[in-house]
């Protein structure tokens, strides 16, 4: 085998600590995930607050402006900013109260975590219980939901 000339063993180390430094271990992965999690953890809190209180602007600006899929009971439809937009500025209603339940985080990539949990819904005289999926993307720096999933619980015969 033939050697490099020495002048190349800077270019090689180089190239050798560029690769070391985009290793992951185990460790490195959970540690990843983990931080991940917190975020999200954090997102889903103030998620919860900005829904509770009302606060239109604030929930329209958690998803995505790519579009969102709505997903639940039977219907899967994308919706561009727009739509999102109308609905909450238009129709929709702050809850009497929320509260998330059992949620559970799944880191999915460097920049994406999956939700899963449930839900209560409180109207003025009951309280809804739903499941939840959400995907959420971190996209400029931010999280921001791209898809969701509330389906409401079965009704008991």
Known sequence: ?????????????????ACAVHVRTPATERAAAAAL???TEAFMREYAADLAQGRRDAIIARYDPRGVYFVGNGRKKLLPTDSIIAIY?????PPASFAWRDLS???AGPDAVVVTGLFDW?????????????????????????????????QRP
Do not use: C, H, K
Request: glycine share 8%.
């Open 37 to 39: 999690v917190s975020e």
């Open 1 to 17: 085998m033939r050697r490099l000339p020495r002048r190349f063993a800077p270019l090689v180390l180089l190239a050798l600590g």
């Open 122 to 154: 409180g109207l003025p005289d009951r309280t809804i219980q739903m499941s939840y999926t959400g995907l959420l993307l971190r996209r400029d720096g931010r999280w921001m939901i791209r898809l969701e999933d509330e389906s409401v619980a079965p």
């Open 105 to 107: 985080y799944e880191a």
């Open 89 to 93: 500025r238009g129709r929709w209603q």
